[in-house]
């Protein structure tokens, strides 16, 4: 669930995780780095809706699965209370030259 649609923010965990959109001829590739999961959409706003989707489908099955703890220590993602979230971690779409030119991320607070 996305930082601003978490029911009760202040008692929910939050990861972040980095939302990488490349514009490709046709449409933008998106990625989540921290978790591996690429997904596309011929619009920015269909690939960003198409990568929580994704994520949202990876943690949802993570969890029920019981391999959320191994998978976040396996790949070093912290957990925050939301008090605790980072401030700088916000959900600004930022050119990054040091990612790809033709590219854009957004580092988002996901409530888990």
Known sequence: ??????INKKN???IIVTHIFTKEE?????KCSELGIYSQGNTLEEAEKNIFDAVRVYLN???????????????????????????QESEILSINPEIERNSFYRKVPLAI
Do not use: C, H
């Not at 046709?26 to 998106?30: H, L, N, Q």
């Not at 029920?64 to 401030?87: C, H, S, W």
């Open 61 to 87: 099955s993570i969890e029920a699965m019981g391999l959320r703890d191994n998978v976040f220590k396996d790949k070093d993602i912290k957990t925050y209370k939301y008090e605790q979230i980072p401030k």
């Open 26 to 30: 046709g449409g933008y590739i998106a």
């Open 1 to 6: 669930m996305l930082l601003e649609k978490a």
């Open 12 to 14: 929910s965990i939050f």
